[in-house]
């Protein structure tokens, strides 16, 4: 594996103990950190998981969240660029019309499709029906 997508559905799950899908996801998560599977986001995902950290353990842990993140260099953030995002939008979003893609997945999509990435760590189907391979 050249690497691995981090979606905020499987990221928040492997980082929330009472999510229903904790114990496979953490489980994958590590995985990943062991083997040192080069990690990806975007910032819209990073974005995503410092609003749901903040909602369910308090704003403090949305930011020591960001600060873990941003110390780590196992993770790479990419900052999406107005470019990617009608990409995203043109390639995923219009293709997949009948579907309730958000703009954030039309970007993941798009960033994986440009990093030659098959893998997320996700919870989300729609991975797999824009072609890729879920973990766990």
Do not use: C
């Amino acid at each position: 594996m050249t690497g691995a997508f981090l979606d905020t559905s499987g990221w928040f799950a492997a980082l929330s103990p009472k999510e229903a899908r904790h114990k496979p996801a953490l489980a994958a998560y590590r995985t990943l950190i062991a083997k040192h599977t080069p990690l990806v986001t975007t910032n819209l995902v990073v974005a995503e998981m410092q609003i749901l950290l903040s909602r369910f353990r308090g704003p403090a842990e949305g930011v020591r969240f960001l600060d873990s993140l941003y110390q780590d260099a196992a993770h790479e953030v990419v900052f999406v660029d107005r470019d990617t995002e009608r990409m995203a939008v043109d390639r995923w979003l219009r293709r997949f019309a009948d579907q309730r893609l958000s703009l954030a997945d039309a970007v993941s999509f798009e960033v994986m499709k440009g990093r030659r990435l098959r893998h997320a760590l996700a919870l989300d189907a729609h991975f797999e029906l824009a072609g890729f391979e879920l973990l766990p």
